[in-house]
C-alpha cells in the first residue's frame, strides 16, 4: 500500500466549529497569545492560562468529527495512513484515524510540571489548581507552548521522508517547526494542498483544492482512487 502522509492543522477543524488561529475571528484575537500560550505565561497567571484551556476542553466536548475528518479515516482502506496534526483536539481519533502524531500536545491530556513523561488523560473537561502529579507538582495543560520545543518532530520527519503522498489540509503553514515538514518530502512525490486560501508551498508542482476540508477531501478521494 502506498504511504499518505496527511498534515493538518487548524482549518481541519474549523468545520466542526472549532475556530482557527489567524483566520478573522480566530482563537488567538481574543486573547493575546503570550497571555496564554507560553510558559511565561503560565508562571505569571496559572489561573488565566488554566481557565483558557479548560474553556477549550468545554467546547471541544460539544463539537464532532466532520466531513474531513471521517474522508481521511476511510483514505486508509486505500492507503496506509499517517496523520500528523498540529491540532489538539481527537477528532481525527474519533473520526476513526489509526495512526494520529500530535505535534502541539492533547488537549484532553495532562502532565506533570516538573516530569514531563508523566502525561494522564484527564477526567472530564476541568484541570483545578491544586490538581497535583504524583511527585508533587502543579498538572499542566499536555500542549506544547510558543518556546518550548516539539519533540515530536523527531518521529514526523521520518513519516513525512517516506511518504509516497503528501496532503496539507488546513494549515497557514505559519508555525515552524511544524510549517517545515512539507520541505522532507521526497522530490517529485505528488503534494495536494487543500484549503480554501493558498497557504504557500515553495515546492513545484503542488495541487491547491481549494476548498473546505469536507469538500476537499472528498475531491481528494476522487483523484486519489481511481
Ligand atoms: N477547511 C480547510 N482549511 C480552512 C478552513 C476550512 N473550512 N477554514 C480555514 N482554513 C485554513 C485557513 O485558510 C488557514 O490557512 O486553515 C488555516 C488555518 O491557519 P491557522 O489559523 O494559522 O492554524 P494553524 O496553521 O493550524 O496554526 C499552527 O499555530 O497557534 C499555533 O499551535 C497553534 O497549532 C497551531 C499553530
Not at 460539544?62 to 482502506?77: D, Q, R
Request: proline share 5%; with cysteine; charged share 25%.
Amino acid at each position: 500500500m502506498q504511504k499518505l502522509v496527511v498534515l493538518t492543522g487548524a482549518g481541519m477543524s474549523a468545520e466542526s466549529g472549532i475556530r482557527t488561529f489567524r483566520d478573522n475571528g480566530g482563537l488567538w484575537e481574543e486573547h493575546d497569545v503570550t497571555e496564554v500560550a507560553t510558559p511565561e505565561a503560565w508562571a505569571r497567571n496559572p489561573k488565566l492560562v488554566n481557565r483558557f484551556y479548560n474553556e477549550r476542553r468545554k467546547q471541544l466536548l460539544e463539537c464532532e468529527p466532520n466531513a474531513g475528518h471521517t474522508g481521511l479515516a476511510e483514505l486508509e482502506k486505500h492507503f496506509d495512513v499517517d496523520i500528523i496534526t498540529q491540532n489538539v483536539d481527537d477528532l481525527h481519533e474519533r473520526a476513526g484515524s489509526s495512526k494520529i502524531l500530535h505535534l502541539h500536545g492533547e488537549l484532553k491530556k495532562v502532565r506533570s510540571s516538573v516530569d514531563p513523561s508523566y502525561v494522564v488523560e484527564l477526567d472530564g473537561w476541568e484541570l483545578k489548581l491544586g490538581d497535583k502529579c504524583p511527585k508533587g507538582s502543579q498538572l499542566r495543560p499536555h500542549i506544547v507552548w510558543f518556546g518550548e520545543a516539539v519533540p515530536a518532530m523527531e518521529d514526523a520527519i521520518p513519516i513525512v521522508e517516506q511518504a509516497d503522498i503528501l496532503v496539507v489540509v488546513g494549515t497557514s503553514l505559519n508555525v515552524y517547526p511544524a510549517a517545515g515538514l512539507v520541505y522532507y518530502a521526497q522530490e517529485g512525490i505528488p503534494i495536494y494542498v487543500i484549503d480554501p486560501a493558498r497557504p504557500e508551498v515553495k515546492i513545484k508542482g503542488v495541487e491547491y483544492i481549494q476548498k473546505g476540508a469536507g469538500e476537499g477531501v472528498e475531491k481528494l478521494k476522487e483523484i486519489l482512487i481511481k
